[in-house]
């Protein structure tokens, strides 16, 4: 606290004077750096950019869907809470949801009497990254279910979030369930009660949920799901 | 420039940040055992420099995590922030330290680069296994999200983490006197002498 408060300057300037080589050697490595970024990157330009499209939905340069309307009927299911012991959810009507897939066909999930298990991934959460490339190994090696209907939902898709858009992500990983293409709002998500992502509602014959689940999933796991789905018995 | 372009650049400067730290720790350790070497030379050429070169990454860090979150739109986590709080402030105690070239100031800035540091090393390694934490993404930001992922392992909190040791080691560098500093005058902030 006394007037001598400036550190001490440094008093003189080494001999062979390479400090200016060093900083000459900092830019330019970092403007080598800033080269080589701009190189690269540019040499790997994809043609994927995000393109808006209304509010309809998000239709990325390749010509695929990424996020459309989805028309919700039926009632809601309540949010889903892997806490609570019975899931209220069970035995309610799974609300019927009419959309397109990435290539902009209509797909519908509605009671047609066929059991189901309906997959709600995140293209940027990194659990549904390590879920999806299992699943796919899994029906590869057993085939699809018989007597069940798979369906995977992509929800919460932005171009703000990594790993976009999901259809690269999931035909990269030569994805085979069929898909609907959720809203930009994550209307169908919403209506399921997701509240984490994977989520996996499996639904029996009668279109009542039988069992509801969230994270990463075994391959036992998943096997019961369906086997849930198929007999409508909770487990 | 797009993001792809901007994430590769940072990555580059994070990995650039890694060799620097490990040069001056190699420089240091000559400067100790060999002191007429020329690398001690390097090394006292460097000390003048320290405090500039820390002050650069720290603004540098600062302003791509402000691109990052408000320009490419990623939306940063719990443990983002905490590592943007240690990060943020250096970007103006380094200036005020090497505007008037304070030696002592690793005083200040070893803990707060140090616990930034210990964040980001527990941050760096969520993302390079994020099954760890729980098994699932809630809707809100986790921070097992690699927004950034160039080179296999070059991750945000890579980048973080890199920053941080590369300003430890520049204000360690600056608080050791240079040889000649026997000749100060000033004993006030001389603390940091060893």
């Keep these: 606290m006394t007037s001598a408060r400036r550190a001490t300057p440094t008093p003189t300037t080494p001999g062979p004077n390479r400090t200016i080589w060093i900083v000459g050697a900092v830019v330019l490595v970092i403007g080598i750096a800033l080269v080589a970024a701009i190189v690269v990157s540019s040499s790997n330009k994809a043609g994927s950019g995000g393109t808006p499209a209304g509010s309809a939905g998000t239709v990325v340069a390749n010509g695929s869907n990424e996020t459309a309307t989805v028309s919700i009927t039926g009632t809601a299911l309540p949010a889903f809470d892997g806490s609570v012991a019975v899931d209220p959810a069970l035995g309610q009507a799974a609300p019927t949801l009419t959309g397109v897939n990435f290539a902009g066909q209509s797909v519908t999930i509605a009671n047609d009497g066929k059991p189901k298990v309906i997959m709600f991934l995140a293209h940027w959460c990194p659990h549904c990254q390590a879920e999806v490339p299992r699943i796919q190994n899994w029906l590869d090696a057993n085939g699809m279910p018989s007597g069940v209907d798979l369906c995977a939902v992509p929800t919460a898709t932005t171009s703000a979030r990594p790993n976009y858009p999901p259809s690269d992500w999931l035909v990269g990983k030569n994805w085979t369930v069929p898909v609907l293409v959720d809203s930009e709002q994550s209307e169908a998500a919403n209506a399921y009660g997701l509240t984490s992502f994977p989520y996996f509602v499996a639904i029996d014959a009668s279109g009542k949920v039988v069992a509801r689940t969230s994270g990463e999933l075994s391959m036992d796991a998943f096997a019961k799901l369906i086997d849930a789905a198929r007999t409508g018995k909770t487990q | ?194």
Excluded at chain 2, 74 to 103: E, G, T
Excluded at chain 2, 105 to 119: C, D, E, H, R, S
Excluded at chain 2, 151 to 177: C, D, K, Q, T
């Design chain 2, 1 to 194: 420039m797009s993001t792809a372009t901007v994430s590769l650049f940072a990555a580059l400067l994070a990995l650039l940040c890694l060799a620097g730290s490990v040069t001056v720790a190699v420089l240091a350790l000559m400067h100790r055992s060999r002191p007429d070497s020329i690398a001690a030379g390097v090394f006292e050429d460097l000390r003048p420099l320290a405090l500039w070169l820390a002050w650069v990454v720290a603004v540098a860090t600062t302003l791509g995590s402000l691109y990052f979150s408000d320009v490419a739109g990623f939306i940063p986590c719990k443990l983002c922030w905490y590592q943007r709080i240690a990060m943020y402030p250096l970007s103006v105690v380094l200036l005020v330290a090497a505007l008037r070239r304070d030696r002592s100031v690793w005083v200040y800035v070893t803990p707060l680069a140090g616990i930034g540091a210990l964040i980001a090393a527990y941050h760096t390694q969520l993302q390079a296994f994020p099954d760890q934490s729980s098994s699932f993404c809630t809707t809100a930001a986790p921070c097992t999200e690699r927004y950034v992922w160039e080179f296999g392992f070059v991750s945000l909190p890579f980048m973080a983490l890199m920053a941080f040791v590369f300003i430890i080691a520049m204000v360690l560098v600056a608080r050791v006197p240079a040889a000649v500093s026997s000749r100060s005058t000033d004993s006030d902030l001389q603390i940091g002498v060893s």
